[in-house]
Structure formats: structure tokens, C-alpha cells
């Protein structure tokens, strides 16, 4: 069954460069979930705040798949934490932008996209599915940040979306510990892109080993418990002089790409006499941190908290174990002891024993890389996932017709029903 499917990912442009500020996780999942539906028959359109104003407002990629770029009043580089302010008039362009009552379906991501499908819910006839990519109160247990806006609409959107796409077992646990009915929810993993693949003769080389970082530099992500766990790890015995630490992310205002060492003073005095072992890379292509993994002896992945981990997958999908933070979604997408090795978060001697042991056995550290490769392909490839995520379209399209067909009392008004109080309050 073709579908025209609308995906709303308001600050998360899928075609930014991964690494930029505010494109990651959320950026790739859109592009490559848009692409793989787009095999399966779809149209995909993704609606996008438009950051760089040299950008086109309109852009193909794939086949047929676009990005639909809106301004609202800002064509300008936002940050996340102030779209809120932004989405009366991104949805007021959106309307007068695009034909909404065109689409079959709207898909979003994030919860400022989540208000804005729940404003579609109201005025058009069509399902709304959702996923979070992030949850307000797994951020408060890492930051103890309170967010009560944020968490205000979590709880609208996930009680009254038709459906939720969670991406683990975990997401959906900590959902039903907040929401009193939560929508209806499916568990459907993040796919990995066909960049990650294992390369065996890249595997074979290991005269100069390194374990890899891909991410934000901030704290949340691990990255100074990273720091410290190198350290002492080379400050040990047993530890090659050789030994590096390869740290990808950040952009030219935060990495010297060419002396390859971050800029921000933290990072600076956290490496002081370490800059020969540690290289700050910058952000990669997919097939440049493709290659990073294939080379590294293991991938490390030390976040506070994640609901997901993508850095976990596509590293497993190049055969490289990984040694990740025992939380969220991790706990999930690294299988202790059998594609990599659970510590827990903010544990720096735990990180560097971990770090020894996949240094020192070789042997060992390459069965946990065979078996993660080989639970990866089962497990993250796209084509498999977005069969899925479009079969759980198609069940939501049909239940969605069968109660529209008995719900007679129902008046529509050009396609259109009247009403958004719910979310109305919210956005006040």
C-alpha cells in the first residue's frame, strides 16, 4: 500500500552534517527511516525549521524523499531550547507551506514536533504516530534539570498520539511510569546505515591501537569520565606506548581539526600531557566513523544516559565491541559480555579496567567484535525495521478508518475538525 507520509522533525534537519551543532541521533534516524520507507513504496516528505538561510527551502534526497524547510519567523540557526516560542507560526507557515489533507499519515519526532502532530490530529483525519528520541525525565534523573513545559506535553503527546514507536523495552518501561494511559506503543529499534559493515583487512591491522569516541563533547555524553579513564589507563602497565584515543564530534568551534585538540578550555586542561595520545578528529561522514570503528580496538560509549545509543549500533555493525555506560537504552543495544562490556556511568577506574582488558586480550576483544557484528546485522538493518514501522502504518491507517466509519456524529468542516484545546493549553 503507497503512502504519502508527512514526518515533522522541527530542529532536526535530516540533511545538517552529523556533528554540526543540534544534528545527530534524531537527524539520522529521520533520513534513513525517510529512505527506507521510500523502498518500501512511500512518498516521505520531512518538515524542517530552516537553519541556514544559503540552504534551498526545498530539497530532494533519495528518489522521491524531501525536505521541506520552514522558517517561522527566524531563518536562523535556533536552538532547541527556544523552539518552543517558535511553533505557533511554524505551524501557521507549515499550513499555507504544504497541503496537510494531502498526507496519509504524520510521523514525529521530538516532543516539539510531537505538539505540532497533535495540532494535525485535531483539524485533519489522519493517524499521528510518534517517537521521542529523547524523554524529559530521563534527562532530569542524568541533570536533575526540571523541565515541567517539556514534561507537560510528553504526557499529552503520549496519551493521545495514535500510536508511539519506542526504540527499546527500556523507553517504554520509563513511558509507563510517568503517563496513567499511554498510547498504544511498539518497540522497533533504530536501524544502522549499509556505511557500517566490517572490514576485514582494516580488522587485520593493529600494530597502532585505539579505542574511539563519536559524539557531543559535553559532559552528559562521558566525555571528561572518558578522559580520566584514558589517563590512567596509559598511566598503568601493560598499555603500549602506542596506544591512542580517537575522539569524534564537535565542529570548528569546538575542535582544531588541523592541531587535532579541542578549544574549549576543559577538554584543554583535562588532556595537559596527553595531546600526543589523545586526537580530537572532528565530525565524520558515516563512512569516515565507518572506518573508525573498523580500526579501533574498541569503541567506547560512556553517556550519562541514552534512550537509544546509536554509536553503539553502527560501531557493533563494524565488528567492534563496545564499552558503554550500563543505562537507557544501552543496556539494551550492548549485550554484556557478548558484544561488548557494561560499566557504570561516571566510573572511571571501571572504564579503564575495561579499556586493559579488550587491550590486552586480543583474542577476546575480537569474539565480542564477531558476535556484536553478527547481532547488529539481525537486529539494526534498516530494510527489516522500516517493514515494521510501515506494516505498524498500515495497521494504524486501518484502525483509524474503522473508527472515523463508525463514529457518524463526527462533522468535518472542508476535511477538517474544529478544537486543539488540549495542546492550546500546553503551548500557553
Known amino acids: 500500500m503507497q503512502k504519502k507520509v508527512l514526518f515533522i522533525s522541527d530542529h532536526g534537519d535530516p540533511l545538517a552534517p552529523l556533528g554540526s551543532e543540534q544534528a545527530g541521533g534524531q537527524n539520522n534516524y529521520v533520513k534513513q527511516l525517510a529512505l527506507a520507507l521510500e523502498k518500501e513504496g512511500n512518498q516521505v516528505d520531512v518538515v524542517t525549521h530552516w537553519v541556514d538561510s544559503t540552504d534551498s527551502q526545498i530539497e530532494v534526497f533519495g528518489d522521491s524523499c524531501r525536505v521541506i524547510r520552514i522558517a517561522a519567523g527566524r531563518k536562523e540557526y535556533v536552538p532547541k531550547n527556544e523552539m518552543f516560542n517558535l511553533l505557533p507560526d511554524f505551524y501557521a507557515e507549515m499550513k499555507n507551506t504544504i497541503q496537510l489533507a494531502s498526507y496519509d499519515l504524520v510521523h514525529t519526532h521530538y516532543w516539539l514536533s510531537g505538539l505540532l502532530g497533535s495540532i494535525v490530529k485535531k483539524e485533519y483525519p489522519m493517524p499521528w504516530i510518534h517517537t521521542n528520541h529523547s524523554l524529559s525525565v530521563a534527562k532530569e534523573q542524568v541533570t536533575g534539570v526540571q523541565e515541567p513545559t517539556r514534561l507537560a506535553a510528553e504526557k499529552l503527546i503520549l496519551s493521545t498520539a495514535d500510536q508511539i514507536i519506542t526504540t527499546t523495552e527500556n523507553e517504554a518501561d520509563l513511558i509507563r511510569s510517568f503517563v496513567n494511559q499511554p498510547a498504544p506503543m511498539s518497540v522497533v529499534a533504530i536501524g544502522v546505515d549499509n556505511a557500517f559493515q566490517p572490514l576485514q583487512k582494516q580488522k587485520e591491522v593493529s600494530n597502532n591501537p585505539y579505542f574511539a569516541f563519536a559524539g557531543r563533547l559535553e559532559k552528559t555524553k562521558g566525555i571528561y569520565t572518558l578522559l580520566h579513564a584514558f589517563r590512567r589507563l596509559v598511566e598503568g602497565d601493560e598499555v603500549p606506548d602506542s596506544a591512542k584515543l580517537l575522539i569524534a564530534g564537535g565542529d570548528a568551534d569546538s575542535v582544531d581539526t588541523a592541531k587535532k585538540l579541542p578549544k574549549h578550555h576543559a577538554l ?42 546509536m554509536v553503539a549500533a553502527e560501531a ?18 550492548v549485550k554484556n559480555r557478548m558484544t561488548g562490556l557494561h560499566i557504570e556511568k561516571n566510573d572511571v577506574q571501571s572504564l579503564a579496567s575495561a579499556m586493559k582488558t579488550l587491550l590486552t586480550n586480543q583474542t577476546y576483544a575480537k569474539r565480542l567484535g564477531m558476535t556484536a557484528a553478527a547481532f547488529a546485522n539481525k537486529e539494526f538493518r534498516w530494510p527489516a525495521l522500516s517493514k515494521k514501522i510501515n506494516k505498524l502504518y498500515e495497521v494504524t491507517l486501518n484502525e483509524k478508518k474503522n473508527a ?20 492550546a493549553a500546553v503551548l500557553r
Open 268 to 309: 584543554r586542561a583535562t588532556i595537559k600531557g596527553l595531546e600526543n595520545r589523545i586526537d580530537f578528529i572532528g565530525g565524520q561522514s558515516q563512512y569516515q566513523l565507518a572506518s573508525l570503528f573498523n580500526g579501533a580496538t574498541g569503541t567506547i560509549v560512556p553517556s550519562h544516559y541514552e534512550s537509544f545509543g
Open 316 to 333: 557493533q555493525a563494524c565488528g567492534c565491541p563496545v564499552i558503554a555506560s550500563n543505562v537507557g537504552g544501552l543496556k539494551e543495544v
Open 404 to 423: 472515523y466509519a463508525g463514529d457518524r456524529s463526527r462533522r468535518y468542516v472542508g476535511g477538517r475538525s474544529r478544537g486543539a484545546t488540549g495542546t
